[in-house]
């Protein structure tokens, strides 16, 4: 199982991309896979999320409330507004407007923990800027998406509140809990969490994918774009923000995979029920659940041979 689950999360953006790949040139590959699964499909890799979470995971909310607070403000604030720059730059019709900026003000997803892991990041920061972010996801995301989008569309609030509850935070605590009292167990299905989660984040990619084919067939190449730019603009401003804080090499590079990786998984989902009257907006989250992930394993390549560049100066 071990052997699996390294090969699994090694490649993942490979896997994820075939996933998406097949999807939508062949939708009726997945289209058995149900748009209403997409929340309880999250709901698993937000409960193993939970599994893998225990107190000492949050002692640096204590010991470096800086770093946190940052990495709240990069997370909600500068990617909200990269969101709501490229979607007035580029003119997009209110549907993918407000898919872009779901994708922005959503809090980052677990793959950035994995992207952490390859980057020879500081993952204990990664974990707890992830977990904190989730937690304050169902009061920020719904808010900004709010002040962000108002004007242009109507934002059902209480409705994007009440699905991040269920599907983000109820899981996550559940998870958290069972690892408190049954770590032993915990322990002991560490390995196969990987798996599942993956498993789990590609169905997601196949249902969105699927079901959506001729919307992405019909805005692919520009909301391409978009995505592309807001994911490399995350990265880079959590680069910046870490020189600017003077971190570590370490820091530094779970600062920007943290930033520029989102939860567009859970955009999805919330723009599938919170906005059903505006189909396109799921797009961007679908897009955006295939391109982060293969942006993040080049990342990764790149921050490791910034390692050995950093070691040979060293010496």
């Known amino acids: 199982m071990i052997i699996l689950k390294n090969i699994i999360?090694?490649?993942?953006?490979i896997i994820v991309l075939l996933v998406a790949i097949i999807s939508l040139f062949f939708p009726k590959t997945s289209l058995w896979i149900e748009t209403s699964w997409i929340n309880y499909l999250l709901m698993i890799v937000m409960f193993g999320m939970g599994l893998t979470l225990n107190p000492k995971d949050f002692v640096l909310v204590f010991t470096k409330p800086k770093e946190i607070l940052f990495g709240i403000i990069g997370q909600y604030l500068i990617m909200p507004l990269i969101a709501f720059g490229l979607s007035y730059t580029f003119n997009l019709d209110a549907a993918l407007t407000a898919g872009v900026i779901l994708v922005g003000t959503c809090p980052g997803g677990t793959s950035s923990n994995v992207i952490t892991y390859f980057s020879k990041g500081d993952i204990a920061l990664s974990v707890c800027m992830t977990s904190v972010n989730t937690l304050l996801a169902p009061i920020l995301t719904p808010l900004i998406t709010?002040?962000?989008?108002?004007?242009?569309?109507?934002?059902?609030?209480l409705s994007m509140f009440l699905g991040i509850v269920n599907v983000i935070l109820i899981p996550i605590i559940l998870g958290f809990i069972i690892n408190k009292f049954f770590s032993n167990f915990t322990k002991k299905a560490s390995d196969i969490l990987p798996v599942i989660s993956v498993f789990a984040i590609c169905m997601i990619v196949a249902a969105v994918v699927s079901h959506n084919s001729q919307k992405i067939y019909i805005s692919g190449l520009l909301i391409l774009c978009v995505v592309i730019l807001h994911?490399?603009?995350g990265y880079l401003s959590g680069f910046i923000l870490g020189k600017i804080l003077k971190m570590s090499p370490e820091k530094t590079k779970a600062f920007s995979i943290e930033i520029g990786m989102q939860n567009s998984g859970l955009a999805t989902s919330i723009a599938n029920t919170a906005f059903s009257a505006l189909p396109m907006a799921t797009v961007p989250g679908a897009i955006f659940s295939v391109w982060h992930n293969i942006s993040g394993a080049i990342l990764a390549s790149f921050y490791r041979k910034w390692n050995s560049i950093n070691s040979k100066s060293i010496k």
């Open 146 to 157: 709010f002040v962000l989008l108002n004007t242009t569309v109507k934002v059902d609030v």
């Open 9 to 13: 999360v090694k490649y993942m953006a």
């Open 231 to 233: 994911n490399f603009l």
